[in-house]
């Protein structure tokens, strides 16, 4: 079976635009959970979501958005892009969101912004 | 607040040695779970080993065991008989309900 699948694994973007990334969750898990990874640091919840409804936010300013779409996907977006938004995003899944749902990560998608 | 706390930014060991990462939590919340986390440079995080706060016994998986002291609110890792795969980092992590709290990692490298 495949794993948790993130798109792009890369972008570069410029200071003001607008980026969406995309997750894929493991066939079967309803769940999905979005992360920041700032490098040399620990990644730093931002979105949960099960069943389409957001069951959890981090402490993310209103320019980071997320929805999950029927099929269980999907997609963080990120708008009027900082610097510091540059970071690895990571979307993890499991079944449920309960804590003893164990949560599977993608590979990440890498933004730096220019 | 929920914190996670990893003093040891960086460790080696030499291949075939034990090795013991630390991690430090501070919660009020009495049901929780714990994980430890692997980062290889292929960035894909794995989990390594869970353990759930109710549980008094160590959670064991292979070479890789926990001690964890709740009332210390500590939660190690030890490596044992460490392999080259072994290198990474290695993230401490904390689920009191649905959102994980990480800590800043533990580079390990294991030195051949």
């Known amino acids: 079976d495949a794993g948790v699948t993130q798109s792009p694994t890369h972008l570069i973007k410029t200071r003001g635009q607008q ?9 079967g898990h309803k769940s999905v959970s979005w992360y920041q990874q700032v490098l040399g640091q620990g990644p730093q919840f931002i979105f949960q979501y099960y069943e389409k409804e ?3 936010r981090g402490n993310f300013p209103d320019r980071f958005s997320a929805r999950q779409f029927p099929n269980y ?11 510091g938004d ?9 079944r449920a969101p309960d804590s003893n749902q164990p949560q599977h990560f993608g590979d990440g998608t890498r933004l730096s912004i220019l | 607040a929920q914190t996670v706390t990893q003093s040891q930014p960086e460790m080696s060991v030499q291949e075939a040695e034990t090795v013991t990462l630390s991690c430090t939590y501070d919660t009020s919340e009495n049901n929780y779970y714990l994980f430890w986390y692997k980062q ?3 960035r894909q995080m794995i989990l390594v080993i869970r353990q759930e706060a109710y549980k008094q016994q160590n959670a ?13 609110k500590s939660f190690s890792l030890k490596i044992s008989d460490s392999q080259l795969g072994d290198t990474a980092m290695y993230f401490c992590a904390f689920l009191p309900r649905n959102q994980f709290y990480f800590g800043t990692g533990t580079s390990l490298t294991v030195i051949p």
């Open chain 2, 60 to 72: 064991t998986e292979n070479r890789f065991s926990v001690n964890f002291q709740k009332a210390a």
């Open chain 1, 73 to 83: 996907s999907s997609e963080l977006n990120v708008n009027a892009l900082l610097l």
């Open chain 2, 40 to 42: 290889p440079p292929s």
């Open chain 1, 19 to 27: 980026v969406t990334l995309r997750c894929s969750p493991i066939s």
């Open chain 1, 54 to 56: 957001e069951r959890g």
């Open chain 1, 86 to 94: 540059s970071a690895l995003y990571l979307c993890a899944s499991s």
